[in-house]
C-alpha cells in the first residue's frame, strides 16, 4: 500500500509539473517619463492579472503558446496595453513600459504625482532643473534658495533659513535615511559640498513648515531625496573650472540589482581668490556616494547607501583692503596678515535599508545607519591693521590711498579645535492600509556620542595697548599703575565627552473622502521624542516632549482646478550637541526642547495661460515659540546661550507663481515677507538674527527660437539685509542695524551639442547621450554683498566701525556636461 501511495503522488507531482510547465514569465519594472518606479500598477493579461510592488517590479505567469495583450493601468497615468506574441513554455519575457501622466481628471480629483505631494503641503522640484541653473555653489540648495521662505545671503554655503528658523532647524533625508552635516563649519568657503549629489538625483520634495507627524523633530523645513535606481547603463559628467562630478550606474539583467556611484571634486580658489583678501588658498573638496539595491525576493529589497567625504581648507590670508563709509566721509581698513589656517573635515557615511512587501495592505521597513565626522579646525592669524580717512582727490597720484589714520592695531586669533562624532541609528516604520485609510508608524533608537575639544583665544591690540574684555573692571591709568595680568579679550578653552541617547516615534493616520462633491484629504499624527543626555562630569538629565501635528485639504468641485490646505500643531527640537554648549564651550544638559506652534493657510491655483500650465501656490502662516535658545549668527557659525531664556514669534506670507513661461521649460517667480522677532529675559523685542523681511527671486529658462539648442538660465535674488550682529560682549538690544541688501544675479548660456533627438551613429559624438558647453557669469552685476561685520575701534573717538566683509564679486566659469 505505501508502494502504491508513492506512485499515486509521484504521478500527481509529474502531471502537476507538466501542467505548470505550459506557463510562461512576463517580468519587469514599470518606470514613469522621469525614469522613477511606478509603484500600485495593475497589470492584467486575460483572467490574470497582478500589481507593481512598491519598487515598480511585477512578475506575472500566462499562458504559453498563445498571443497576449498585457494592460498596464494606474489612476494617475495613461493605460498602456501592449501584445506579445507567443511565448514558449518556461520562458521569461522582460517588458518594461514607461507610463505618461495623465493629463485629464478622473470626476474632480487631480491625481498626478506633482498635485498628491501639494496636498502634504509639498514643493516637488525638478532634478533635471537643478543640474541646469547656475549657482556659485550648484545643487539642490540653490533652487531650494529660490523658494519663498527660504533665505540665505551667502552664496558659497549650502545653508538655509526658513521662515525664521536658522541653519540648525532643517530636516534632510536621502531615501528616508537621515543625513547630517559637519559640526564647526563657520564660513561659506570652508563648507563645499552638501551631502545631496544632484546627478544621484531622482526626486526632491520640500515643506517650508506645516510638514506631518512622519518627518523628524526639527522645527522649519524638511528636504526629502530620492536617489536613482537605474534600469539600464547610464553614466554623466560634469567638468568646469570649480570642478569636477563624474556618475555612473546600471542594473543587472534580471533587474534585481541596481547600483549608482557619483564623485565629486570641487576647488572654490576662482571664488575666495576674486574677493577683496588676497590669500594663498589651497583647498581640496572631494567626495564619493554609492547608492545600491538588491531584491532577495519580490517582497525584500535591501538597500545601502555610502558616503566618504573629505574637505581639506588650507587659508593664508596676505592683505586686505576695505573702503567704505560715504561719499563725503570715505573711510577704509587696511589690513596685513601672518599665519595661516588649517582646517580639516572628515565624514564617513553608511546605512543599510530593508524593505519588506508583507502584504498588499502592509509594508514594513527596516532602516540602520552610522555617520561618524572628525573635524579639526587649526589657525594662528595676526592682522595688523590701519583705519584711516581715503584720499579722494580724483585727480591726486594717491587716489584711493589711506592718508590719515584713525585707529592702529592688531589681532592675533588662535584656535585648536578637535571634535570626533559619532551617530548610529536603527530605525523601524510601517505602513498599512485599511479601506480607505492609510496609517504610517515608526520607531527609532539614536545614540550620539561626541568628543570635543575647544582651545581658541583673541588678543586685541589698540594703539600700542592691550585690550581687556569688558567682563573687568575699568582701571584708572596712566593715574594709578596696573599691574594685573594680561588676558586674552576672548578665551575658550574647554574638553566635552557627551553621549545623547534618543527614542522617538510617531504614529499618524489619513485618509482621503467626500464632503458634498467636494474632495476632502485628511491627516492627523504624533510624535514623541525621549533623550537623556550624560557623559564626564555632567549630571545626566532626561526630558520626554510630545508633537500632536494634523492637516486638512479641500478641493472643491469647482470648474476651476483649486486647492485649500490648512495645517499646523506643535513642533519640538530637542537640543543637538551644539544647542547644548554654550559660547564658553560648557554643555548644559537641562537645556530643553525649543517649542512652535505653527498654523499655516495655504492655496493652490492651478490654471493655464497661453494654453501651457501654471500654478499659483500662496501660503500665510503664524508661529509662537517658546524655550527659545537665543543664539548669534557670524555667517555660518551658530553660538547658542545654551539657555531657554526667551519666546518669540515669526508670521510671513509666500507666494509663487511656476509654470511654462517658455513653451518646454519651467521656471518661477517668488515673492515672501516675514517678519521674527525674540523677547530674551523679558527686556522686549528685537529682531532674530535671521529676520529677513523680503524676499523675491526669479528662475528662469529660455532658449532662442531660431537656434533652440542655444539656451539661457537665469537665477536672480533680491534678499532685504539681515540684522548685522553686535561686537564680543556687546548687548544685542544696543545694535540693531541691518546690513545692506542682497543682491544678486547669476546667468549660465549652453549650447547643446547632443541630445535625445540630435544623435550621431558616426564621428567623435556618437558616444554621447547628451552634451552640452556652456559659460556661467555669476554675480554678473558685480554687487557688493555683505554676510558679516567686523568691529573696529578709532582709537581717538572710541567709536566701534563696522566694517563689512563682501562676498564674491563677478566670476566667469566653463562648464561642459555630458550623459553617455
Excluded at 15 to 28: H, R
Excluded at 668 to 678: A, N
Excluded at 761 to 773: H, I, T, Y
Amino acid at each position: 500500500m505505501k508502494t502504491s501511495t508513492l506512485l499515486l503522488l509521484f504521478l500527481f507531482f509529474i502531471s502537476t509539473g507538466t501542467l505548470l510547465a505550459q506557463n510562461a514569465i512576463i517580468k519587469g519594472v514599470v518606470l514613469d517619463e522621469n525614469n522613477v518606479p511606478v509603484s500600485g500598477v495593475n497589470v492584467t493579461a486575460g483572467g490574470d492579472g497582478t500589481q507593481t510592488n512598491f519598487d515598480g517590479f511585477y512578475s506575472l505567469e500566462v499562458s504559453s503558446n498563445s498571443e497576449i495583450v498585457l494592460t498596464f493601468s494606474h489612476l494617475s497615468f495613461k493605460n498602456v496595453q501592449v501584445t506579445i506574441p507567443e511565448l514558449s513554455p518556461y520562458s521569461n519575457f522582460e517588458m518594461n513600459p514607461i507610463m505618461k501622466v495623465e493629463v485629464e481628471q478622473i470626476g474632480t480629483v487631480v491625481i498626478s504625482r506633482k498635485k498628491r505631494k501639494r496636498i502634504e503641503g509639498i514643493t516637488t522640484i525638478s532634478p533635471e532643473t537643478i543640474r541646469l541653473i547656475p549657482g556659485a555653489n550648484a545643487g539642490v540648495e540653490t533652487l531650494i534658495k529660490s523658494l519663498p521662505g527660504v533665505n540665505s545671503n551667502n552664496e558659497l554655503s549650502t545653508q538655509y533659513a526658513v521662515r525664521g528658523g536658522n541653519y540648525d532647524e532643517n530636516l534632510v533625508y536621502v531615501n528616508e535615511i537621515e543625513v547630517y552635516r559637519p559640526f564647526l563649519i563657520r564660513s561659506g568657503q570652508q563648507e563645499c559640498f552638501s551631502f545631496v549629489n544632484t546627478d544621484l538625483t531622482s526626486k526632491v520634495d520640500f515643506s517650508a513648515g506645516g510638514f506631518q507627524a512622519k518627518y523628524g523633530d526639527k522645527l522649519s523645513s524638511v528636504l526629502d531625496i530620492s536617489y536613482r535606481k537605474p534600469v539600464a547603463f547610464e553614466a554623466s559628467a560634469d567638468l568646469s573650472l570649480l570642478g569636477a562630478n563624474v556618475s555612473a550606474g546600471g542594473a543587472s539583467k534580471d533587474g534585481r540589482f541596481t547600483g549608482i556611484v557619483g564623485i565629486r571634486y570641487r576647488d572654490n580658489s576662482l571664488f575666495v581668490n576674486a574677493k577683496e583678501t588676497e590669500t594663498n588658498f589651497k583647498p581640496v573638496f572631494a567626495d564619493a556616494q554609492a547608492y545600491f539595491t538588491y531584491k532577495l525576493t519580490n517582497k525584500f529589497e535591501l538597500g545601502f547607501l555610502g558616503n566618504i567625504s573629505i574637505n581639506d581648507y588650507q587659508y593664508e590670508p596676505l592683505t586686505r583692503q576695505t573702503n567704505f563709509g560715504t561719499i563725503a566721509d570715505p573711510i577704509a581698513l587696511l589690513v596685513f596678515y601672518e599665519g595661516q589656517e588649517k582646517d580639516r573635515y572628515d565624514t564617513y557615511f553608511g546605512a543599510l535599508k530593508g524593505t519588506y512587501v508583507v502584504s498588499d495592505n502592509y509594508t514594513a521597513k527596516l532602516i540602520g545607519s552610522v555617520y561618524q565626522t572628525t573635524e579639526q579646525e587649526y589657525y594662528d592669524i595676526l592682522a595688523e591693521y590701519r583705519l584711516g580717512e581715503v584720499n579722494t582727490d580724483i585727480g591726486g597720484e594717491d587716489l584711493g590711498e589711506v592718508e590719515f589714520t584713525e585707529g592702529i592695531g592688531s589681532q592675533l586669533t588662535h584656535a585648536r579645535n578637535d571634535l570626533d562624532a559619532l551617530i548610529i541609528n536603527l530605525e523601524h516604520k510601517g505602513i498599512l492600509s485599511i479601506g480607505d485609510n492609510n496609517i504610517n508608524y515608526g520607531i527609532k533608537y539614536t545614540h550620539e556620542d561626541i568628543r570635543d575639544r575647544i582651545q581658541e583665544f583673541e588678543i586685541i591690540d589698540s594703539a600700542g595697548f592691550s585690550i581687556r574684555p569688558p567682563i573687568f573692571p575699568p582701571n584708572n591709568e596712566p593715574y594709578e599703575p596696573f599691574d594685573s595680568p594680561i588676558v586674552p579679550y576672548t578665551n575658550v578653552r574647554a574638553t566635552n565627552d557627551v553621549q545623547i541617547d534618543r527614542i522617538s516615534g510617531f504614529a499618524q493616520w489619513s485618509k482621503r473622502t467626500m464632503v458634498g462633491e467636494s474632495d476632502l484629504w485628511l491627516n492627523a499624527g504624533v510624535r514623541a521624542h525621549n533623550w537623556t543626555v550624560s557623559g564626564k562630569g555632567l549630571t545626566s538629565n532626561t526630558q520626554t516632549v510630545f508633537s500632536p501635528r494634523a492637516q486638512v485639504s479641500l478641493k472643491p468641485d469647482w470648474e476651476a482646478d483649486v486647492l485649500f490646505r490648512v495645517s499646523g500643531g506643535f513642533y519640538h527640537q530637542p537640543p543637538f550637541y551644539r544647542e547644548l554648549r554654550d559660547s564658553l564651550g560648557v554643555v548644559h544638559p537641562e537645556v530643553k526642547a525649543q517649542q512652535y506652534i505653527h498654523i499655516v493657510l495655504g492655496n493652490d491655483y492651478s490654471f493655464k495661460l497661453w494654453d501651457r500650465p501654471f500654478t499659483l501656490n500662496s501660503e500665510i502662516y503664524y508661529k509662537i515659540l517658546s524655550d527659545v535658545n537665543p543664539y548669534t549668527l557670524e555667517n555660518v557659525r551658530i553660538r547658542y546661550r545654551a539657555k531657554n531664556n526667551a519666546t518669540a514669534y515669526a508670521y510671513g506670507a509666500d507666494v509663487r507663481l511656476a509654470g511654462e513661461f517658455v513653451p518646454g521649460t519651467e521656471s518661477w517667480v517668488s515673492i515672501g515677507y516675514l517678519k521674527t522677532e525674540e523677547n530674551i529675559d523679558n527686556r522686549g523685542n528685537i529682531f532674530r538674527p535671521t529676520d529677513q523681511r523680503l524676499k523675491f527671486a526669479v528662475l528662469f529658462q529660455d532658449y532662442v527660437k531660431v537656434i533652440p539648442d542655444l539656451k539661457l538660465y537665469l537665477n536672480l535674488t533680491y534678499n532685504t539685509g539681515l540684522p548685522g550682529g553686535s561686537p564680543s560682549y556687546a548687548d544685542p538690544y544696543d545694535y540693531q542695524t541691518r546690513l545692506p541688501d542682497y543682491k544678486r544675479v547669476d546667468l549660465g548660456f549652453s549650447y547643446v551639442l547632443v541630445h535625445e533627438k540630435k544623435r550621431f551613429d558616426s564621428g567623435w559624438r556618437k558616444p554621447f547621450k547628451e552634451l552640452s558647453v556652456g559659460l556661467e557669469i555669476f554675480n554678473i552685476f558685480d554687487v557688493q554683498n555683505s554676510i558679516t561685520n567686523t568691529f573696529v575701534r578709532d582709537v581717538y573717538t572710541k567709536v566701534q566701525y563696522a566694517i563689512p566683509n563682501y562676498l564674491s564679486p563677478r566670476v566667469f566659469n566653463v562648464r561642459i556636461t555630458s550623459k553617455f
